[in-house]
Structures are given as structure tokens and as C-alpha cells.
């Protein structure tokens, strides 16, 4: 299995003895030693999983690395965070996704909201399996924990992933904007409970602004 590692929290280093990783295209900035690379459609999912992609919104540019070596990924600076599966499976903004072990499998699944945010569809990429995913955000991702006694509300702009056994809801109401008189319209937030790890960004990506 390849070994993931960061270098100064914004370049991934990959170590490959044969293995074979998926990396976001052209997410490649140095290696060493034989590599090979190939461009995948449909996320890296076949015919069907482009079809799928197509028809939901939910957009993913992979390639393939293969071989024998150490091999460098980086993404306009993105700060990086390492997520370690066994056999769970981990939702991520597609945009958000910089490279995940071969043996990890992707797909689509629909939240309900999700690609509300970003008014794409209501579709996020998932993760599954045993493996290693590396994530990408705009500064360092905190990683929140939810409990059935403490469920979280998110802001769409900043979330970047989650793991476990957590419910979302659309709600309708107060946001982190309107504080500040940023707002306009309806605004909405995300709510997760159940048990789990939600994962968010300190700099809110360009979404519908957050309001409906």
C-alpha cells in the first residue's frame, strides 16, 4: 500500500513500490524515480461513474500514478490533512479531494443538500474503504467531533468532508454572514448529528453565498 506524508502541511508526498495512487489532474509538481501517469474519466469510476458525474453535477478530474518511487502533490497552496480509512466511507467536496490510496473506492451519493452549497446538485463525492485519502483546504482544516448530544451546524462555504454515522439537515435561518450583515435573502446552514468527525476550512469557498 502506498505511504502518504506531508511535507510542510502543503506538499503530499507519496511513497510507491508498485502501488497505484488517485491524484486530482495536473496535481503533480515533482518525483523521482518511474512513474507513469494516465489521465481517468468519470472520476476513475468507468463509463458509469462518468455518466453518473454528468448527470449530477458533481465534477472530478482524476489521473492515475503508478510506480516505483516518491511522488509530489500540491494544489495553489492548499494546506493538506491526511485521512487514515478502515472501511468507513468518508464524504468529500469533490473540490476538496487531492489524492486517495488505489484500493479506495469512489463514487457519488446524494445528501439531500450538499451540492447546495456550491449550486451544483445535491451530490457529494465519497471515499470507502481501507486506505489513505488526502484532503485539501483553504488554511488548516480543524476536525470537529459529533455526538448524539452534540450535533453541529456548519457553514456550507466551509465545509470540506465528514466520516461516520451522521445525519445532515438543510436549515433555514441565521448563518455566520448574517452576524455581520453580509447576508442576503434566506441564509442556510448544515446540521450534522449522530456520531462522527466533520471536517471544515477556516476561508469560506465561493458558494450561492449561503442564502437560497
Known amino acids: 500500500m502506498a505511504r502518504f506524508r506531508l511535507q510542510g502541511g502543503k506538499v503530499l508526498a507519496v511513497d510507491l513500490a508498485g502501488d497505484t495512487v488517485r491524484a486530482k489532474n495536473g496535481s503533480m509538481v515533482a518525483y523521482d524515480g518511474q512513474m507513469a501517469f494516465k489521465k481517468l474519466s468519470g472520476g476513475g469510476e ?12 458533481e465534477q472530478m478530474e482524476m489521473m492515475e500514478v503508478k510506480g516505483q518511487g516518491t511522488c509530489y502533490f500540491a494544489d495553489r497552496a492548499s494546506d493538506i ?3 487514515a480509512l478502515q472501511g468507513q466511507k468518508l464524504h468529500v467536496e469533490s473540490s476538496n479531494l487531492l489524492c486517495a490510496d488505489g484500493s479506495l473506492r469512489t463514487g457519488t451519493a446524494f445528501t439531500g443538500l450538499r451540492g447546495a452549497s456550491q449550486g451544483n446538485g445535491l451530490f457529494t463525492t465519497t471515499v470507502e474503504g481501507t486506505g489513505t485519502a488526502a484532503l485539501m483546504s483553504d488554511g488548516p482544516a480543524v476536525v470537529l467531533r459529533v455526538t ?15 466520516t461516520g454515522n451522521l445525519r445532515q439537515e438543510f436549515q433555514t435561518g441565521v ?5 455581520m450583515g453580509e447576508g442576503s435573502g ?7 448529528e449522530g456520531e462522527g468527525l466533520v471536517y471544515v476550512q477556516p ?5 450561492i453565498g449561503g442564502d437560497v
Open 175 to 179: 448563518n455566520f454572514r448574517t452576524f
Open 148 to 162: 448524539p448530544q452534540s450535533p453541529l451546524q456548519v457553514d456550507p462555504g466551509a465545509y470540506v468532508a465528514h
Open 203 to 207: 476561508s469560506e469557498r465561493n458558494t
Open 186 to 192: 434566506e441564509s442556510f446552514q448544515i446540521r450534522f
Open 46 to 57: 468507468g463509463l458509469r461513474g462518468m455518466v453518473t458525474r454528468r448527470l449530477t453535477g
Open 81 to 83: 490533512s491526511l485521512v
